[in-house]
């Protein structure tokens, strides 16, 4: 073929089918392109932690599932190595999150990355994450 | 009261009784001492991504709430700021997973802890977490 | 006085004044605004590690002042506790270096901000940062 | 020959005779063993900040340093691609520290580490550190 790069949508197509808990999160992919993504979710009730509002964890997935999709975009499988996040303010049930991750640099053999989260329609930014990824000689999806 | 620092487990008790996604994810607390706790798991197919190992977002979920129990020991309300997290390994479905949190460090208002998760019974650490806590003047569990 | 916060440059200008190794450094401090800063800096051969690149500590070194003048621009004494760092490029002695400090979010007791490292003039990224701060109850400069 | 992998000390000879900002801070190799590495400087005046402490970027280039040793005990060239670290307490002038490099986990391609710094002989924590390399196929030293 003449090229045999897919489109950016392909490998996040076949990551998000399979992925069984970013469905259970009721996650959505609003937007792809080469080195970048938009996911969304819902905070639901069962999404919540000891003090009624938002786990840490489910910011960190949603977060971690926004870079994953955008480093995979080239069609090359790209592991997740290292994420930091910061938390500087939380969610309660019914907020819906947007989580938009950029390509900061990529190397032959790494990447790096950062989300935002925000409420949908605001500013105020409810956490950051920075993170990186291996990209291994596999094809993503796997020929 | 001769002494107002309640038993280790009173904030943990508290905080997990409530807790919606650690409930979701089967999370049992092993062990809790001042500064300390040992909490496991067993890895559920709703936890995998789509690659058909355990998602980042449970792995780092499981760490978080190890130390968020850890740092809450002290009656005072803690809240994570920070987290950073390796992931040099992977579980799959069936594994039990056990994440022990340690304090590196504890100032008046800071506190600084590290997690690792291992399988149990097993050596091979599959994620390294760092994370830190703003120490606010609320109780925990509040008066 | 009717507005006891300083002008932004104040608290920058007494902590380089007296700050020992970012004067070794030769750092610059280019703009200063609240919650902001840009700072710069020339590569020497004493800069360098063993494999003749810029060592990792001076790049953090350069993006740990940025942060610490742009945390302390609002003239309460601001403390870094957390700094995460990612290192896609290096540079060699006589690259010029530029490091922009942007606040991603402020609480009344933390602070959280990210800084991004690259050659003047050029676009690649070096080195990203993200950092937190905890804003104690003290003025920055000291009354 | 029988045996390719060097002594664990000969990548770290190599890298430290060539070290332009280690020797400018007097950094000592006190220890060396296969993923493993004991560092540790006295601190100067020309290495605190515009506080009379020391700089964080000090304490991060020493546990960077001890790190950047320890991942390249094994003669593959390892490079720095994310590091974090937490600073719970400062050091002063005249302080001897120390640094101890461990290796968490080690893949192929990826290689995972924590340091701890503290004063000689005391065991409060002033600085934790969680650092990631990428391990090319080059040697170390170079053939």
């Known amino acids: ?85 910061q938390f500087p303010a939380s969610a309660k049930e019914g907020d819906v999150l947007i989580a938009e991750a950029r390509e900061s640099a990529r190397t032959r053999k790494t990447g790096y990355y950062e989300v935002t989260i925000k409420k949908r329609g605001g500013e105020e930014v409810l956490a950051k994450y920075q993170g990186s990824v291996y990209i291994s000689s596999r094809r993503n999806p796997p020929e």
């Open 1 to 85: 073929m003449a090229n045999d790069i897919p489109s950016p949508a392909v490998p996040v197509n076949y990551m998000m089918k399979n992925d069984a808990f970013s469905q259970w999160m009721g996650l959505e992919v609003d937007k792809v392109e080469r080195g970048y993504c938009l996911v969304s979710l819902r905070v639901r009730g069962d999404m919540l932690n000891g003090f009624y509002i938002l786990h840490g964890g489910i910011a960190f997935a949603l977060a971690d599932s926004a870079m994953a999709f955008a480093a995979n975009t080239y069609g090359q499988l790209a592991v997740v190595t290292d994420a930091h996040i």
